[in-house]
């Protein structure tokens, strides 16, 4: 009778530990986003405002860990494996989660099924540039008649096969009938050097770290691959508006946890990812950025993940582009 008892003591000691831990409120400890770049990097950068934001917001501390590498696949396996309780985030860029399923074909996780999108912190467009001095073209027909005719000699700088820029290069190409010869380069920087130097004459860039030599007549922004023209360069006409209907390219930047992880923490999460972006200085830091605002529901942002995942897994199929 005795042991009765004291069974019955301890499975309601229990029932009490664990409603308490239960009704415990969210965050009660430090948060841990992991991020799938180095510091310093525009990924690092709006994952560090939504963390501080977080912190404002509840009182926990938010630990931004940075694991580079893998094109960003070791940061968000990682996260995969992890807890689905909340605590144990995943901080990525579009790269990461829709187009290197497609560019990799043996990784260790599912990027699409083993992480569910929560929300994104802000997205940065690409734009088509050329040299403005040694480009005659004024306009993106332009650009086309004049490439199509110099076939020898219009080449585009690469900023790394399977990069976003990279492959709106090859939709493009496709879609306007072009055979650009793509030159190499390590990253996006050095692939607009090159174009400001006249070694090679167009390529895609984020306008953020560009616009000042687009103000000084450096470089010519011949369309703009977004859904709407930017106010930013209001004068830049999109590429839907010259004859390539639906044409984006996009990188998001989004918060993403485990698969399995309740429905209130994702609600919770998603509040902060669309508050950081409501927040008046953290806007106009974006802002300063050239960070565009994507204040989505988790739905809805999950739902974008499903239609970008088609959509670059057809562009990369028909670049042929692979990194294993």
């Known amino acids: 009778m ?9 499975a309601v000691a229990l029932v ?17 986003i992991v991020v799938s770049t180095t510091p310093g990097g525009i990924t690092d950068i709006l994952a560090r405002f939504l963390g501080a934001h977080i912190t404002a917001k509840t009182g926990q501390s938010v630990v931004i860990d940075n694991r580079a590498g893998g094109s960003g ?21 579009t790269g990461n989660i829709v187009i290197n399923p497609y560019l990799f074909s043996k990784l260790n996780y599912d990027p699409l099924n083993d992480l569910i999108p929560v929300g994104p912190v802000g997205t940065v467009p690409l734009f088509l540039t050329v040299n403005a001095n040694r480009v005659p073209a004024k306009t993106l027909q332009e650009f086309i008649a004049y490439a199509k005719a110099n076939l020898d000699k219009v080449s585009y700088a690469g900023a790394g096969a399977g990069t976003t820029p990279d492959l709106a290069q090859s939709e493009f190409a496709r879609r306007s009938g072009l055979k650009l010869v793509v030159v190499p380069h390590r990253g996006t920087g050095p692939a607009t050097q090159a174009v400001i130097v006249g070694d090679v004459q167009v390529t895609f860039v984020s306008m953020g770290p560009h616009i000042e030599l687009v103000r000084k007549g ?6 703009a691959a977004t859904p709407q023209r930017m106010p930013y360069v209001p004068e830049v006409p999109t590429f839907s508006e010259l004859g390539f209907p639906d044409f984006t390219a996009q990188t998001w930047f989004a918060l993403f946890a485990p698969r ?8 919770q999460l ?12 953290t806007s106009r830091r ?7 605002p ?30 294993d």
């Open 294 to 323: 994507l204040p989505l529901t988790q739905g809805a942002f999950a739902a974008l993940v499903k239609s970008d995942a088609v959509k670059w897994e057809r562009i990369v199929r028909e670049s042929g582009a692979k990194l």
């Open 2 to 10: 005795l042991k009765v008892i004291r069974f019955t003591l301890l």
């Open 73 to 93: 696949n070791i940061a968000m396996s990682e996260v995969s494996r992890a807890t689905p309780d909340g605590y144990t985030l995943g901080f990525a860029n």
């Open 260 to 267: 399995g992880t309740p429905r209130e923490i994702l609600d």
């Open 270 to 281: 998603n509040v902060y990812t669309r508050g950081v972006q409501e927040d008046a200085e």
């Open 16 to 32: 009490a530990v664990a409603a308490t831990a239960q009704a415990q409120p969210y965050p009660s400890k430090p948060i841990k």
């Open 286 to 292: 974006l802002a300063a950025t050239f960070v565009d």
């Open 218 to 223: 450096v470089l010519r922004v011949l369309a």
